[in-house]
Structures are given as structure tokens and as C-alpha cells.
């Protein structure tokens, strides 16, 4: 069954560097997204990506935050600047047009020092 | 403004024993309703979903659920919980018109063999 990768499992940084979480849509998704989840809050949206531009996003995602799909397949979270509170599990979700389902990937741990 | 809520962080049950974990919204009309269950270290999986219709789903792994409209509920069931159960449920609601689930904290659950 096709599922939603993400890469790295973990990734442990340093307060003020750039990261890059990476997510491997299913191949015939179009709608991707973005959350997060801090740990032992609730997960929290942050941006959705459609027809290769932002189409909602939260008053999470500010200007330190973007998304892109740089070669067509895969579908990147950059931050540019880590801040302490940026340390969660972020998740990456795809779906199909007009389908409220989506389908997450196992998520990265982000741990900002 | 909208919510969901978990009111159970932690439950605990043998194996073999049914189960109800407990899922409450708030919203102005009847949203569209989902559980997910996150296994450690997996993403998050659709286990049912409530759009319209018969208001007692079914899911999964032997899951069910019910919508009741009264009391803003839709409760996640299991006659006879399993040991590979023990995971994380998410209670998530989307609004009528939007495609961004709003998610509960989430239930913790422990089986003892």
C-alpha cells in the first residue's frame, strides 16, 4: 500500500540554524500539508500546498517557515532560523482532490538546542 | 470558537475488554468527524470517518464509532481490545466548508495483557 515517507526521522539542531524536513507524497496525490505537534499538545496545522502554491496556512507559519516542492516529487518544510520552541514532530499529509482524507507520514522529530 | 475535545489523556484496559474513548466538538453546524490512531514510531492512520448519513460507523480494526448529534459527541468504540491497540487516538473534526482538521489532544491507550 503507498504511503507518506518523511526524512529525517530525527534531526537535532542548534537554536538559529536552517533545517529542512523532507516528505514523499503518495504519487497521484495533488493537496499536501504540513503539522505539528509539540510535545503533549495537540497537533496543529500549519500550512497546506496546492498546484505548486500555499493555499491556507496558520498563524504558526510565519515568515521563518516555507514550503516548496523543489523537484516535482518531493515536498519540503524550511525553517530558517530554529528557535527553542520549534523542537516537535512534524508531520507531512497528502491527498486526493476533493477528498477531505488524508494520509500522514511518520513524522519528524525536530530538536532545537 | 471551534474545538475538540479528549477528555481522557490516559486510559488503561485489559485485553479482551471493550473500550469507548470519548471525542466532543464544538462547532456551529455538524462537522465532518475522524479518528486517527498513531502506533509509536508510525503516522497518523484513518481509522473511520462520519460525513452524513448512518451515524453509527464502522472502521478498522474493529472499530466503530457514533455520532450523536445531542450531545456533540462521536465516541470511538472496540468490543475486545487487542494488545496491538495500544496506541495514540486522535479524535479530529473539519468544518463544513473547510478541508483543515482541528485536532484533539489526543488518548493515550495502555492494554494489559
Known amino acids: 500500500e503507498p504511503e507518506v515517507t518523511q526524512t529525517p526521522s530525527h534531526q537535532v539542531t542548534q537554536m538559529g540554524q536552517e533545517v529542512i524536513l523532507r516528505c514523499v507524497p503518495i504519487?497521484?496525490?495533488?493537496?499536501f500539508y504540513w503539522y505539528r505537534q509539540i510535545l503533549g499538545q495537540k497537533v496543529e496545522f500549519l500550512v497546506s500546498?496546492?498546484?505548486?502554491?500555499?493555499?491556507?496556512k496558520s498563524e504558526i507559519f510565519d515568515d521563518q517557515f516555507s514550503v516548496e516542492r523543489p523537484d516535482g516529487s518531493n515536498f519540503t518544510l524550511k525553517i530558517r532560523s530554529t528557535k527553542l520552541e520549534d523542537s516537535a514532530m512534524y508531520f507531512c499529509?497528502?491527498?486526493?482532490?476533493?477528498?477531505?482524507?488524508?494520509?500522514f507520514g511518520p513524522g519528524t522529530r525536530l530538536t532545537v538546542t | 470558537a471551534q474545538s475538540v475535545t479528549q477528555p481522557d489523556i490516559h486510559i488503561t484496559v485489559s485485553e479482551g475488554a471493550s473500550l469507548e474513548l470519548r471525542c466532543n466538538y464544538s462547532?456551529?453546524?455538524?462537522?465532518?468527524l475522524f479518528w486517527y490512531v498513531q502506533s509509536p514510531g508510525q503516522g497518523l492512520q484513518l481509522l473511520l470517518k462520519?460525513?452524513?448519513?448512518?451515524?453509527l460507523v464502522q472502521g478498522i480494526k474493529g472499530f466503530e464509532a457514533e455520532f450523536k448529534r445531542s450531545q456533540s459527541s462521536f465516541n470511538l468504540r472496540k468490543p475486545s481490545v487487542h494488545w496491538s491497540d495500544a496506541a495514540e487516538y486522535f479524535c479530529?473534526?473539519?468544518?463544513?466548508?473547510?478541508?483543515?482538521?482541528?485536532f484533539g489532544r489526543g488518548t493515550s491507550l495502555i492494554v494489559h495483557p
Open positions: 499529509a497528502t491527498g486526493l482532490a476533493g477528498s477531505l482524507e488524508q494520509y
Open positions: 504519487s497521484n496525490h495533488l493537496y
Open positions: 500546498f496546492y498546484n505548486n502554491e500555499i493555499s491556507e
Open positions: 462547532y456551529g453546524a455538524t462537522p465532518y
Open positions: 462520519y460525513f452524513s448519513g448512518d451515524t
Open positions: 479530529a473534526v473539519v468544518a463544513s466548508g473547510s478541508y483543515i482538521p482541528t
